[in-house]
C-alpha cells in the first residue's frame, strides 16, 4: 500500500457505496446503476434522523468557516476510478458548496485527500476500523472549556467560535461558564 497527500478534484472521486454508514440503509446499493448511486448517496449522508451530535449542517457550517477540512478524505484508486472510502460526507458537502452559486466554486473545486494505491481489502477494513469504531480521542468538557475561554481572550469572538464549530453556541457557552465558575 502507498499513500500520497494531494488535493483531487470533488469530480474525479465517486462516493463509497459500501461506505458502513449508508450501506445497510442504501435500497439501491447492489446491482443498481452508478447514475442512481451517484444521486442516492448524497441524500442518505444528509439523513436528518441520523442520531450523532454533530449534524451535517453544522459540520457544512463548520467547512465552510474554516474553507477547508481538518483532515483529509481518504480515496482509494479501483482501476480508473478514485472512490472515497473515509469522509464522504465531507465529500458530499464539497460538492455541494461547489454547485451553490452563491460560492466560490473555485475555492471548492478541489477537496484536501490521502490517495491509497494498492489497497487491499483488509488494509482498507483496518483504516475504517480505526475511523469510526475507535475514532478520535475527545477532549474533556473541561479541556474545551478552557480552549474556548482561552480563544476569547483576543484570538476570537463568540461569533467567529460558533461560525468554526458549527452553531453550538449554547453547548459552549455553558462550558466556558462551568470552567469560568
Keep these: 500500500m502507498s499513500k500520497l497527500h494531494k488535493e483531487i478534484p470533488i469530480n474525479d ?8 454508514r449508508i450501506k445497510y440503509v442504501n435500497p439501491w446499493a447492489e446491482g443498481s446503476d452508478e447514475q442512481m448511486q451517484t444521486q442516492a448517496i448524497p441524500s442518505l449522508l444528509k439523513d436528518p434522523s441520523e442520531s450523532s451530535k454533530y449534524s451535517y449542517g453544522s459540520l457544512k457550517a ?21 472512490v472515497c472510502i473515509e469522509g464522504n460526507t465531507r465529500l458530499c458537502i464539497y460538492k455541494e458548496l461547489y454547485e451553490d452559486p452563491n460560492e466560490d466554486s473555485e475555492m471548492w473545486e478541489k477537496i484536501p485527500a490521502i490517495l491509497y494505491e494498492n489497497l487491499s481489502s483488509e488494509e482498507e477494513h483496518k483504516l475504517k476500523l480505526t475511523a469510526h469504531v475507535v475514532g478520535t480521542r475527545e477532549w474533556t468538557p473541561y479541556s474545551r472549556a478552557c480552549y474556548v475561554n482561552e480563544l ?30
Design 62 to 82: 463548520s467547512i465552510k468557516a474554516a474553507s477547508t477540512i481538518v483532515n483529509p478524505i481518504w480515496v482509494k484508486k479501483v482501476d480508473n476510478d478514485l
Design 13 to 20: 472521486i465517486k462516493f463509497d457505496s459500501k461506505n458502513p
Design 152 to 181: 476569547l481572550e483576543g484570538t476570537f469572538s463568540w461569533d467567529q467560535i460558533v461560525d468554526i464549530v458549527g452553531g453550538r453556541r449554547n453547548q459552549l457557552a455553558n462550558l466556558a461558564q462551568a470552567q469560568a465558575d
